[in-house]
């Protein structure tokens, strides 16, 4: 790797990933929508991001298939999803210390965009955008799975949290509580949106949410009703 990109906080980066990266690709990887507009429209990182979702989307649901051989398309459904969220790739994300190489507009930055779950998270899957470009599959496969591999175990084991609003739904219809909806409001400027979302099970709201996400905010809401529908029917047994 040529010294540029080796200089300052970048080797960390690159060594946490376990690649080199062209200088350029990696800070268009880490470029930001606001930080582009304020820099007079330059290229942003969100093509690269198209792309590396769907690299991880592949290299994970192939690790899962090949893992887990007994277990059912549903389940290998759920474990993706939770192994993918937004929550989870923004928690990979913060592992490597990953916001304090974004780059952001003075905006963004002010509003704390280095520590929201959806810049880590898109800014992640940029990255590994420029991996498949600079190297392929395999290497790319080698990366994901090195930041992923304990995300995906205990992916395994997260029972009803592999995916919240699925396990919600199965729990009200196995209690005859009819259909769940989500009733979500959002509010603050566009680069700082936060969502609130409700969980209404039969009529009556049992869980609430927020994330800067509105699926985020539905899944949170989705646990906190889950969690109250069994409290319940447990005092009721």
């Excluded at 060594?15 to 930001?32: N, R, Y």
């Excluded at 995916?163 to 989500?182: F, H």
Aim: avoid cysteine.
């Amino acid at each position: 790797m040529s010294p540029a990109a080796r200089s300052g906080s970048a080797a960390a980066l690159l060594d946490a990933l376990g690649i080199d990266l062209d200088p350029e690709l990696l800070v268009l990887a880490l470029t930001h929508r606001s930080f582009a507009h304020e820099a007079g429209g330059i290229p942003t990182n969100e093509r690269l991001e198209f792309l590396g979702d769907a690299v991880v989307g592949v290299i994970v649901t192939e690790q899962l298939f090949r893992q887990h051989p007994d277990r059912p398309e549903g389940d290998l459904a759920k474990m993706r999803a939770a192994s993918v969220s937004q929550r989870s790739l923004a928690s990979l994300a913060r592992s490597i210390d990953l916001g304090k190489h974004i780059l952001l507009g003075k905006g963004e930055s002010t509003s704390g965009g280095a520590r929201k779950d959806s810049i880590l998270s898109d800014t992640l899957e940029a990255l590994i955008g420029a991996v498949y470009l600079s190297y392929g599959l395999e290497v790319s496969r080698t990366v994901v799975l090195k930041l992923m591999g304990e995300t995906l175990e205990k992916a395994a084991k997260l029972g009803a949290g592999l995916d919240w609003k699925t396990s919600l739904q199965e729990l009200a219809a196995s209690l005859d509580r009819g259909v769940v909806e989500y009733h979500t409001d959002s509010s603050g400027p566009d680069h700082a949106r936060i969502f609130e979302a409700r969980a209404v099970v039969g009529g009556e709201t049992e869980g609430r949410g927020m994330g800067t996400a509105k699926k985020v905010a539905e899944q949170e809401a989705a646990e906190n009703a889950y969690q109250r529908l069994v409290e319940q029917t447990a005092a009721e047994a």
